[in-house]
């Protein structure tokens, strides 16, 4: 998660609740990386307008 990135269109928090927030800043924030299948989390990664999101699944990027 790339919080200067991040523009607050809540596209993460829409998809995988369970993984991402926005904090009292209104910047998006990982509060569970295992908080969603791995499908929602791609899904919000190709969702941010922005790029902010890299998923990593054994050290390895995958989006």
Known sequence: MSRHKCIATKACVNRAPGVFE??????????????EPLEAILE??????????TVLQDGKKIS
């Open 44 to 53: 919000a990664a190709e969702a941010c307008p922005t790029g902010a999101i």
């Open 22 to 35: 926005l904090d009292a800043t209104r910047v998006s924030s990982v509060k569970n990386p295992n908080g």
